[in-house]
Nanobody, 127 residues
Framework: QVQLEESGGGLVQAGGSLRLSCTAS????????MGWFRQAPGKEREFVAA????????GYADSVKGRHTISRDNAKNTVYLQMNSLTPEDTAVYYC????????????????????WGQGTQVTVSS
């Protein structure tokens, strides 16, 4: 079991960048597939990016592909989301999620497969 805590959200102008961090407490972080999701007001939670337990496999939503990058540092129990070229459409609460522990190296885009969630961090992009 892991507990997840996001940080790094804030207010940024369109075209700017932010880096979100998600730090896990608990054991065996390197056996968890990790993902980032977001939820804008009045909308359903949607997939943003995911990374496998090794960091060798990644997946992205089409809306962020080429702009955002997910990575992880298992030695620091942390997963990151580097967000570049932000637009007002990126405004949302961003959630970190974990699925595991497993030995399989995979990514998953479905929120229902993730068992552990952080509390979220607000990202607001002004035009």
């Amino acid at each position: 079991q892991v507990q997840l805590e996001e940080s790094g959200g804030g207010l940024v102008q369109a075209g700017g960048s932010l880096r979100l961090s998600c730090t896990a407490s608990g054991r065996a972080f390197d056996r968890y597939s990790m993902g980032w999701f977001r939820q804008a007001p009045g909308k359903e939670r949607e997939f943003v990016a995911a990374v496998s337990r090794s960091g060798g496999r990644t997946g992205y939503a089409d809306s962020v592909k080429g702009r955002h990058t997910i990575s992880r540092d298992n030695a620091k129990n942390t997963v990151y989301l580097q967000m570049n070229s932000l637009t007002p459409e990126d405004t949302a609460v961003y959630y970190c999620a974990g699925d595991g522990p497993y030995y399989i190296d995979y990514v998953t885009t479905q929120p229902s497969t993730y068992e552990y969630w952080g509390q979220g961090t607000q990202v607001t992009v002004s035009s």
